[in-house]
């Protein structure tokens, strides 16, 4: 299954958004923290003009606490990518796994390093079929990530495009400021603001 999202960059507080959607009738079903580490091989490859090619191939440990729940995950995300390099789809392959420490410890047994920590909080809002997570993302600011959860494996870029552009404009019709971006990538960005000590 290949699903779409866009994460956007929110221009306001994240209590300033949260009131908007609550008078829209939006409720807050989910508050999570999220610690991502991604691994990889590459690591020591890592330049300004490769990051996107040594995410995808890299394996991401999660962990993840949902409303006092532990979830711990290792994850693959294989993402579908136009010639512009905007995301189009992404096919996620994910296993449970209750011993993060030891999994890292495999994966650097197999020379993968840390590439990347990125850790956030999430706060969930749904109304009707529409779920919006803001994102607190350390070093990063407050995004914005809407997932479509239909099967879009097989569409055409333009199709997935068009969908896109259709969920962007939902988010505006809520009154959310953002900037013009649909695809803000955290661990890319994060990655590129520490090669260039930003």
Request: net charge negative.
């Amino acid at each position: 299954m290949e699903q779409i999202e866009i994460t956007v960059r929110v221009k306001e507080s994240l209590e300033d958004a949260i009131e908007k959607l609550e008078k829209a009738g939006f409720i807050l079903i989910r508050k999570s923290k999220v610690d991502d580490v991604y691994m990889s091989q590459l690591v020591d490859k890592l330049n300004n003009d490769n990051i996107q090619y040594i995410l995808s191939n890299s394996v991401l440990l999660r962990y993840l606490n949902q409303d006092g729940e532990e979830i711990k995950k290792i994850t693959y995300k294989n993402k579908k990518f136009d010639k512009n390099n905007n995301l189009l789809s992404e096919k996620k392959v994910s296993i449970d796994c209750q011993d993060l420490e030891k999994a890292r410890e495999l994966f650097e047994c197999l020379n993968f390093r840390e590439l990347i920590r990125v850790r956030y909080k999430v706060f969930a809002m749904k109304k009707d079929n529409i779920e919006f997570a803001f994102q607190l993302v350390d070093n990063l600011g407050l995004l914005l990530e809407y997932e479509n959860t239909n099967d879009y494996a097989g569409k055409s870029d333009i199709e997935i495009e068009k969908v896109k552009c259709k969920m962007f404009k939902e988010i505006h019709e809520f009154g959310i400021k953002t900037t013009d971006e649909m695809d803000v990538k955290k661990a890319e960005e994060l990655i590129y603001n520490k090669i260039n000590n930003l």
